[in-house]
């Protein structure tokens, strides 16, 4: 695992300095702490900070081709590596390492673009390749590992993080007003946008060529539901249990110890019983309690069980969130505007898990593949409702909108309320309004903002529209594939993760598992409002009995009455703030009156103050006019 950058000048004559790549590749130094590498000639300049995991002694980079007229940096982990060395070593190809990086070098000398096609793994990558005088950019086909770029006068610039971008003099830091609109809506800015005009994301299993000046993007992977209802329910039992199996084993390759995250829920449980039943030895795994207001999410109990039956080297901790110290942290790992607050759990388990390993598997993705969310059920129940006649709707939503607003601890009003109201959409509609943070993010965005993108066509719009519709269930868990996962929770568990040198794997999100969970019928995701059917069907030998009926907690934080509590002092120097009142970003009246109702307890807007408050200390940290500037908040 490492942090890449890179500057690419359209006069190849012009040299890159040294000290830029130093600079940019400095900004990175968390996620690669163990080494600083360059490769720097004439207008090319490639630096990555590594993080050893896989070929400790001689796995440095940049590597190079045995001419060395190809190059690269490389931020991943490529799980069949040493299957494809084999095959290169058949076809003459020598190797200096034992890194799963020259493997791909080599993949390049034979295939060019498509070198990226036998790989499994994650990774973000860049290849300087001389003869051609053209470099690739190329990044996973889930959106695992990260990849910025910017198209300047002077060239190409990259880096596995926007911070390695701002710290070249000539990216400018203009905000965009789309991501901004985005960020509102969804709590992430998604695709391909950054919070700067000038800077995109490298959308997930999409390639970049640059040469002379000019960029090509390419899309070389892309997946659709295709349900095959020829096998029977057991039969595809019987599968799902051996490519889990396959998945887990493929994500412990490594030359250091590798843990895992233990919850006590399914997917970590189910995952932490193929990890043994693949280890020799006994391996960590890792188990955090929160207290104080977050105690009702401590799973230390159930984790255990799982933990003493496989013989794990377990660890459990349990830890008080302190938000005011958190905030300003997690705003810097993420350097742009992002307000998913699992981020808050998700920090301090990857600070405790990081004191012990430098790998880590994660349970992520089993909810997207498999229907794990009450949305999906929201979804099916949705196309029931919708056959309702219209006056009975209505009346039910009138009943529905006199419950009280959620306090921040519990959801089931909200959520009710959110339902009822989706009778007369569509089917795309109705998911948005069930995902989106924001129902109109122009009640919280300045007018002149929201003036200035009318008519844009929003990223939901852009990929929903090329969904297929016929199944609600399959309709939900390709949206979150395409924008849930690669836009906040893949980028989530990346920063946090990095921010403290910890490497996450995440086998669920395997493409091979993935190719395969895309076949199976999503009557047998959920059956009969029974989420993760088949899923539970097929890890049951392999839990606690207890495991299998445990409702799901998730990975929340009580938000809502944060705002209440230790939150309350820095909302009300927000909503009396000069700074408020004379933004050109956010709305100061309608912010105003979110916060008094919110503090009232009259509306629960957990979910747009937290934004609010993110963006607001994002703005503080990296740009030159802050929103307001807080007491209750130290810088990092």
Not at 142 to 171: M, N, Q, R, V
Not at 591 to 602: K, Y
Request: negative net charge.
């Amino acid at each position: 695992m490492c942090g890449i950058a890179g500057i690419i000048h359209v006069d190849l004559q012009r040299p890159v300095s040294l000290q830029s790549i130093q600079a940019m590749c400095d900004k990175l130094a968390h996620r690669g702490p163990d080494h600083f590498g360059h490769y720097v000639h004439e207008g090319i300049g490639l630096g990555m900070r590594r993080l050893s995991i896989i070929d400790l002694a001689t796995g440095e980079q940049p590597i190079a081709n045995e001419d060395r007229t190809v190059w690269i940096v490389f931020n991943g982990e490529i799980y069949n590596y040493r299957a494809l060395r084999k095959e290169l070593e058949a076809k003459g190809h020598s190797f200096r390492t034992t890194s799963d990086t020259e493997v791909i070098v080599h993949l390049y000398e034979d295939m060019g673009q498509d070198c990226v096609q036998p790989l499994r793994g994650m990774f973000a990558l860049a290849i300087w390749d001389a003869k051609r005088r053209t470099a690739l950019l190329a990044r996973d086909r889930l959106g695992i590992k990260p990849l910025y770029y910017s198209e300047t006068s002077e060239g190409l610039i990259f880096g596995s993080e926007l911070k390695a971008l701002l710290a070249h003099p000539s990216i400018p830091r203009n905000i965009n007003p789309n991501a901004l609109f985005e960020y509102f809506t969804h709590l992430c800015i998604p695709g391909d946008l950054s919070i700067y005009r000038g800077i995109h994301k490298l959308p997930a299993g999409h390639l970049l060529e640059y040469s002379h000046g000019r960029t090509t993007l390419t899309r070389y992977w892309h997946i659709q539901p295709a349900p095959d209802y020829g096998p029977t329910e057991g039969e595809w039992i019987e599968e799902l249990r051996g490519r889990l199996e396959d998945a887990v084993k493929s994500h412990l390759v490594a030359d250091v110890p590798v843990g895992a995250f233990l919850s006590g829920g399914l997917d970590s449980g189910a995952m932490v019983a193929l990890m043994a039943t693949s280890s020799d030895a006994p391996f960590r795994t890792f188990t955090v309690g929160f207290s104080g207001d977050v105690g009702r999410f401590d799973e230390r109990v159930p984790a255990r069980a799982v933990a003493e039956r496989y013989g794990t080297d377990h660890s459990e901790c349990l830890l008080e969130a302190n938000v005011t110290e958190l905030l300003p942290k997690i705003v810097s790992a993420f350097d742009e505007p992002f307000a998913d607050s699992s981020a808050i759990p998700n920090w301090m388990v990857c600070q405790e898990t990081a004191r012990h390993v430098k790998v880590a598997l994660s349970g992520l993705g089993a909810d997207e593949l498999f229907g794990g969310y009450e949305r999906y059920l929201g979804l099916q129940l949705g196309e029931a409702y919708h056959r309702i006649p219209r006056l009975l709707r209505r009346t039910i939503a009138k009943i529905v909108d006199r419950l009280p607003a959620g306090d921040g601890m519990s959801y089931r009003n909200d959520r009710l309320k959110r339902f009822v109201a989706t009778g007369d959409m569509s089917l795309a509609s109705r998911y948005r309004s069930f995902i989106a943070a924001v129902g109109d993010a122009s009640m919280i965005i300045h007018p002149s903002v929201s003036a200035a993108i009318k008519g844009a066509d929003h990223y939901y719009e852009q990929v929903t529209r090329d969904l297929p519709t016929r199944d609600a269930l399959d309709f939900g868990l390709f949206a979150d594939l395409f924008l849930y996962l690669p836009d906040d929770l893949l980028p989530l568990s990346d920063r946090v993760s990095m921010a403290h040198s910890l490497e996450v794997r995440v086998p669920y999100l395997d493409h091979e598992l993935v190719e395969f969970a895309a076949r199976i019928p999503s009557n047998l995701k959920v059956h009969r409002l029974e989420k993760k059917y088949i899923f539970r069907k097929a890890v049951s030998p392999w839990l606690p009995r207890e495991h299998l009926t445990r409702p799901k907690q998730g990975f929340s934080v009580p938000i809502g009455s944060w705002l209440r509590g230790p939150l309350r002092p820095m909302l009300r120097d927000l909503a009396e703030s000069q700074e408020l009142r004379t933004s050109p970003w956010l709305n100061h009246v309608a912010v105003r009156q979110m916060i008094d109702e919110h503090l009232a307890g009259t509306l629960n807007h957990e979910s747009r103050l937290w934004a609010v408050l993110c963006f607001c200390e994002w703005e503080r940290q990296y740009t030159m006019a802050p929103v307001f500037q807080t007491k209750h908040v130290s810088s990092v």
